[in-house]
């Protein structure tokens, strides 16, 4: 069966809103990407973060390896392991399952392990930046740690995690370019599409001026929105 993020959308060429009619899609399908990645590094980025601060020995050492090894390697060869190598890997053995992914669910596994290393430096930094008064206090009021860590650490935290999280929410935008070598069609690899046509050589600043358009759309409202609620919670303090 196809996989819709792998075949390339053509609605009409030659034309302004032909091309952009094309680019669009692949554009949502980067947003997809992007968001779902994302949750997924947040999901597991915070656990590891925790890990390390309060687990045993043990487990902050695998927490700490987890970190040091995604942080290692780049996100392009992790696609090329999760999409390529992984299925091999599972026939040679005989696994009885297959490992076989589709491209848009190896990119999202592959961005979201790869940046949950790097959101787990950042929770891990934000959360150690909170006075151990705070932990005293809370205690004195009769707060046991798992409340105390969501009432009183995690909402203070936020203020110092909020910033880098939002510039690597950025950097996974730009960085879903790298899904292309998989046969996602996300908006890098549509542009190349639309470029490498050619029908399209005498238009390819055009092209090139709307691909740089629809990435700023969705990366700078981010900024924007980091800035809103930094201000917010700023004055709620």
């Known amino acids: ?16 809103q032909g091309y952009f009619m094309e680019l669009l899609p692949a554009a949502g399908l980067t947003v997809l990407i992007s968001i779902a990645s ?16 309060y687990g045993p020995a043990p487990l902050r050492w695998l927490a700490l390896l987890y970190v040091e090894f995604f942080r290692g390697i780049p996100v392009l060869l ?7 190598v992984l299925p091999d890997i599972a026939v040679n053995y005989a696994w009885p399952w297959s490992m ?21 430096e950042i929770y891990r930094a934000g959360i150690s930046a909170i006075p151990a008064g705070q932990w005293e206090a ?9 409340l105390t860590f969501r009432r009183v650490i995690l909402p203070q935290a936020m203020r110092t995690i909020l910033p880098p999280m939002t510039n690597d929410f950025v950097a996974l935008f730009k960085d879903t370019s790298v899904a292309s070598v998989i046969t996602v069609v996300e908006l890098n690899k549509q542009y190349q599409i639309l470029v490498n046509n050619p029908a399209n050589y005498a238009d390819y600043l055009e092209i090139a001026a709307m691909t740089a358009v629809l990435y700023l759309v969705m990366s700078v409202p981010l900024g924007h929105l980091s800035r809103y609620l930094e201000q917010r919670w700023s004055a709620g303090s």
């Open 1 to 16: 069966m196809t996989d819709l993020a792998s075949v390339p959308l053509v609605f009409g060429a030659g034309s302004t």
């Open 38 to 53: 994302m949750a997924g590094a947040i999901m597991l980025g915070l656990p590891i973060a925790l890990t390390r601060l």
């Open 78 to 84: 992790l696609l090329y392991f999760l999409y390529f």
């Open 100 to 120: 076989k992914l589709s491209p848009l669910t190896a990119a999202i596994l592959g961005f979201g392990l790869n940046y949950a290393a790097y959101e787990s």
């Open 138 to 146: 809370a205690a004195s009021l009769g707060m046991g740690p798992a």
